[in-house]
């Protein structure tokens, strides 16, 4: 048996070749916030094709909900990192020859890089203005601050929280950070770009080819149908390839130089291009003796950096996830997304409900320990049902938080004792509104599947060719998934937010009636999903359905070094129905082990804005090594559910179980990640003196 | 913008590539394994005239005991101390030591020669070795010399080499010995020191050295004395850490008197 | 300068600057691949006479006269290519070919290892998808 990855055989956006193909190199600013006062290019030879904010005055700025990038910095940088010139070369030594002959004179200007700080009234704006984008990127109203730094503001209004207060009998009030991290795909973002006839192509790594394509045809000024996207594998993403990224700059060199550009990150770019949200999130919950939660009040503040990208997106996630899958009559949440002079933060797997999150679950432990009640039994009382109405005010259905965080605690032998213990719940929303189209082609025998799902390593092709064959009733081998070419797939919003197996499965139901009802050479399949949410009130529907799951660890400490040694970890995710095991297993182990990074290891550094331990040996992700002894996971399914997705589930509720584990050992965390000296610190604190 | 390659030179002999090493100083860049020249090359940060490769120079890949001396050749992988019966059999803690640096793939082709002459604080051998009270021996056209390995290393990056030698062993001295490494990562399994211990008992003498705290190892021959905790103690107060991505100076400090105390431990008597 | 890949004697163009992995690229060999430039995440691992080295830290010129190995090399049908692939220890499978050498070049010297040897010898090989567990069982069956 073989498979394309163990021959070898495998290929990349980054291993695109076209004929004819230059090399580009982006020369970035060192300072977090600069005028562009000139650029000297004189010395660049003639062999290079040189790109500066003049020559890309003309093209439109884009952003997928708020419009405030350009395709080079114009008149300011705005963050240390921020693309400010570009060369396309006949070969990559070439192009890094090159970019060291550009010149550019920066004056520094203040720079704001801490969100609190940001948030403040009177604090430089990175922007002034905010326009809003018009397209399905932007798929909720946008709340901008006006002379602010805050580019979206999301609040959930319900009931009256303060006077909830005033009535309990406890109340826990704790404020947490988080720390930035790098998706560190493996493979970097690479792109190729070229025109031909007034026509863009593009081969590139994005999990969003139909929102590049609407950018890149609203940067250029073409139709969208004169922009083609096609999307080869990607070596994982992660939310890393989401958007435009590195399209419209290779775009941009080609149309200057009348020949197709590559352009591909080194690593240490990779950590000025997107990141995950840093955020501050405080927690006020009330709550009566019995350990009834009667009321919550959250804040967020989410760092976006010097372009908000999805920024508006994720933190409306953050927010309306914050709350937990708990009934509270009374919830307010504020999310604010907040501009700072750093690199920009954007879709991350999780997408901002790993910060809330675990602020919240902390939080839970924190007023189950000064009740006096287990934190699972404190969870029970309070977890959802069917037919409950969350904080949005929507009514939920096929609820199994209570049956995955109890099976998490029974997988580290709960009851057995709780030293060096802990859990986290997660409820987490789909991607919703979204829509979804597939076509099937019949040729004789075989099938070919066509839609925009791409494939980053979670399996989708695999995945929607088995949910084809099951549904056309053939054997896999007779079904084929093309490589999504906006040419020649119909619509689907984007492979984001583990939505693709479900929403895919619905619209290959409903190809298939389809094919089955014309000639059965061709069905085509939509499926639409509604909902939303007023920013304002957080009233509506935040998710068609919600992907739910629990971590819970066992640990110990090194008391003399502060060292976390995870011994156990187990996530139980509510799957509905499982497609694909194998893959399944994967990205619960995958999220998991992710999840590890993030609470253990993960956290970009800056100095004056510039990222400072931008490789991979300085910024770390975990080894082989670094699992705990005992690594494991359930797929919980129930006859008859919807399939839910995977792809992120297992992820945010770990570093919860690992922060509330600590808590036992008397190491109380704020921040994550939880560093050894964090814990040492933490322990040193507890000895009297 | 130079587009011509660098100078690639094989000298064949010894006498060949000291010559060439007195010739042309430092604007040769010599390559042993060459795993920290390639990553500053991959980075942009060093663009050399030429390289002086040293692969093709016989004799200095020998792992060999010589009259109480165990010696290792400068052009010796990591992985060959590692799996050296010699070295496993007559100073394990060395082959222990030079088993944890790094992943298999670096220490296929790093060299004991390379790791001295890089001087990188963040670096496991060069502690052990200070603490096992080796030598390196340095040639050039001028003659020999010995370098007692703490005063190799001298600062960042830096040696006591001249710019006409070349490291060409190491010499470690044999005998009764009980000796220990502990490498202490703050992150990741795979992660570079935070802090690195190394102690060696001999029948008249102990040796402390802690690495990746500060630009060289550090060894206070007058605070070798006392219980365990007591050393740890007074490296800890004589040391004054960096900081890096690794660790806090503070936090160094913390560790450092645990990670002595527990080294000592491990060799007690 | 003159070598033999995969086991064939080929002469490669190599500027005395430039590294094993970009000279293999070039060739066509796109298994071994270019990302993190400072030798610790093992994509770009290849067999330098049997023994795993980063492509990207070896200089090219090193490499004349010995034996390279890269996946494209093992046939397809080797043991632990074919436990990979039936244990589908992979998700988007960029760092599979320096795992699988790794691997393999570790069975030859323990063949009977440890789960705690298997994640101590691989440790330098990165995985963001994070496929690790299913790679420990590949790696178990391939050994078997």
């Not at chain 1, 790098?182 to 139909?210: I, K, N």
């Not at chain 1, 906006?486 to 479900?502: A, G, I, L």
């Not at chain 2, 009980?178 to 003498?205: I, T």
Request: glycine letters at 8%.
């Amino acid at each position: 048996m073989s498979d394309p990855r163990t021959t070898g055989a495998s290929r990349f956006a980054e291993d695109a070749r076209l004929p004819d193909m230059l090399y580009a190199r982006i020369l970035r600013s060192p300072y977090a916030h600069a005028r562009i006062r000139s650029i000297d290019t004189s010395l660049v030879p003639d062999s290079c094709v040189i790109l500066t904010g003049e020559d890309v005055r003309d093209l439109e700025r884009y952003g997928p909900q708020i419009q405030d990038q350009t395709v080079l910095a114009l008149y300011e940088a705005l963050y240390a990192g921020d693309p400010v010139a570009a060369i396309a070369a006949p070969t990559p030594r070439e192009a890094n020859g090159a970019l060291e002959l550009v010149f550019v004179d920066y004056e520094e200007l203040p720079a704001v890089t801490d969100v609190l700080e940001a948030r403040e009234p009177g604090a430089p704006l990175v922007h002034e203005t905010a326009r809003i984008a018009e397209n399905e990127a932007a798929y909720f109203e946008m709340r901008p601050q006006p002379g602010t730094n805050v580019c979206h503001r999301f609040r959930i209004r319900r009931g009256d929280p303060e006077a909830a207060f005033a009535g309990a009998d406890i109340v826990v009030d704790e404020t947490y950070r988080t720390a930035g991290a790098q998706h560190v795909h493996m493979e970097p973002h690479a792109s190729v770009a070229r025109w031909q006839d007034g026509v863009l192509e593009v081969w590139t790594g994005t999990q969003t080819p139909f929102n590049v394509r609407s950018d890149l045809a609203r940067v250029f000024h073409v139709a969208p149908e004169a922009v083609r996207v096609v999307c080869e594998p990607m070596g994982g993403s992660f939310g890393g390839k989401t958007f435009v990224r590195l399209e419209a700059i290779a775009a941009a060199l080609a149309r200057k130089a009348g020949r197709p550009v590559k352009a591909v990150l080194d690593r240490s770019e990779e950590f000025q291009t997107l990141n995950r949200h840093p955020a501050v999130v405080r927690v006020k919950i009330g709550a009566t003796e019995d350990g009834t939660l009667v009321g919550a009040r959250i804040w967020c503040w989410a760092d976006t950096g010097a372009y908000a990208d999805s920024g508006p997106g994720v933190v409306q996630k953050m927010g309306f996830a914050a709350p937990g899958p708990y009934r509270i009559a009374n919830v307010w949440v504020d999310a604010d997304c907040v501009y700072t002079h750093l690199p920009p933060n954007g879709a991350f797997r999780g997408y901002g409900q790993m910060q809330s999150t675990f602020a919240r679950e902390l939080v839970l432990d924190v007023l189950a320990d000064r009740l006096g009640i287990d934190p699972v039994e404190l969870r029970l009382r309070n977890v959802l049902r069917d037919g409950d109405v969350y904080a949005t005010g929507e009514t939920v259905h096929d609820c199994m938080y209570g049956e995955c965080l109890q099976a998490a605690a029974r997988a580290v032998d709960w009851n057995a004792g709780r030293r060096g213990k802990g859990l986290g719940l997660l409820m987490k929303g789909m991607q919703t509104p979204s829509r979804a189209e597939v076509v099937i082609e019949a040729h004789g025998d075989e099938y070919i599947i066509r839609c925009g799902a791409t494939e980053m390593g979670q399996g989708t092709w695999r995945t929607i060719a088995l949910l084809a064959a099951e549904r056309l009733g053939v054997d896999l081998s007779h079904v084929r998934v093309e490589v999504p070419d906006t040419n020649v797939v119909p619509y689907d919003s984007r492979t984001t937010s583990s939505r693709t197996t479900y929403v895919m499965s619905r619209a290959l139901d409903d190809a298939v009636r389809d094919l089955h009802a014309g000639d059965g050479r061709r069905g085509h399949g939509v499926v639409v999903i509604e909902g939303g949410l007023d920013p304002d009130t957080g009233a509506g529907v935040a998710s068609h359905h919600w992907h739910q799951g629990a971590a819970a660890c066992e640990l110990r400490v090194d008391e003399e070094t502060g060292r976390v040694e995870v011994l156990r970890l187990h996530a139980a995710t509510y799957a509905g129905r499982v497609v694909a095991r194998a893959g399944a297993e994967l990205q619960n182990e995958g999220s998991m082990i992710m999840g590890l990074g993030s609470a253990l290891y993960e956290s970009i550094a800056f100095a004056d804005g510039q990222v400072t331990n931008a490789n991979l040996s300085d910024y770390e992700i975990p080894s082989f090594a670094d699992l705990p002894a005992q690594l494991t996971h359930e797929l919980i399914e129930k006859p008859g559910a919807e399939i839910h997705g995977l792809g992120e589930t297992a992820l945010p509720p770990v570093p919860a179980a690992i922060g509330n584990a600590l808590k036992t050992l008397d190491v109380e965390v704020h921040e994550l990640p939880i560093t050894a000296e964090h814990v040492l610190n933490a322990l040193e604190r507890q000895v009297p003196a | 913008m130079s587009a011509a390659p660098p100078e690639w030179l094989t000298p064949s002999s010894l006498d060949e590539a000291l010559r060439l090493r007195a010739e042309r100083g430092d604007d040769a860049t010599v390559l042993a394994g060459g795993t920290f020249v390639a990553i500053l090359m991959n980075q942009g940060l060093l663009t050399p005239a030429a390289f002086l490769a040293l692969r093709d120079v016989p004799g200095l890949d020998t792992i060999a005991i010589d009259d109480g001396e165990l010696r290792l050749g400068a052009l010796v992988t990591h992985r060959a101390v590692e799996l050296s019966r010699v070295v496993r059999e007559n100073v394990p803690a060395l082959a222990l030591t030079f088993s944890v640096v790094a992943s298999p793939r670096v220490r296929n082709q790093a060299t004991v020669g390379g790791v001295l002459a890089d001087a990188d604080y963040a670096s496991d051998p060069p502690a052990m070795l200070t603490a096992l009270g080796s030598r390196a021996v340095a040639r050039s056209v001028r003659g020999q010399r010995d370098i007692a390995l703490e005063e190799l290393i001298v600062g960042h990056y830096t040696t006591s080499l001249e710019p006409d030698e070349l490291l060409t062993e190491v010499r470690v001295p044999l005998g009764e010995h009980r000796a220990a490494y502990r490498k202490f990562r703050s992150r990741s399994h795979e992660d570079r020191p935070c802090v690195g211990v190394a102690a060696c008992r001999r029948p008249h003498e102990l040796r402390v050295a802690v690495g990746a705290v500060a630009e060289r190892p550090q060894w206070f021959p007058e605070l070798c004395e006392g219980e365990p905790a007591e050393i740890g103690r007074a490296y800890a107060a004589a040391i004054d850490p960096l900081d890096d991505i690794r660790g806090s100076s503070d936090y160094r400090r913390r560790v450092i008197a645990v990670e002595v105390r527990r080294a000592l431990e491990e060799i007690a008597a | 300068m003159r070598l033999t890949l995969n086991g064939e004697a080929v002469d490669l163009d190599a500027r005395s600057d430039e590294m094993l992995l970009g000279v293999l690229r070039a060739d066509g060999l796109l298994s071994v691949r270019e990302t993190c430039g400072i030798g610790v995440c093992g994509a770009c691992t290849v067999l330098l006479d049997g023994a795993p080295v980063s492509g990207c830290l070896v200089f090219a010129r090193a490499a004349e006269g010995r034996e390279v190995t890269t996946v494209e090399g093992l046939g397809g049908d080797d043991a632990v290519q074919r436990a990979f692939a039936s244990g589908r220890a992979f998700q988007c499978g960029y760092c599979t070919p320096g795992m699988i050498l790794t691997a393999k070049a570790f069975l030859a010297e323990t063949p009977s290892p440890t789960e705690d040897e298997i994640r101590v010898a691989l440790a330098g090989n990165l995985c963001r998808c994070g496929s690790y567990v299913k790679i420990i069982e590949a790696i178990k069956e391939a050994a078997t």
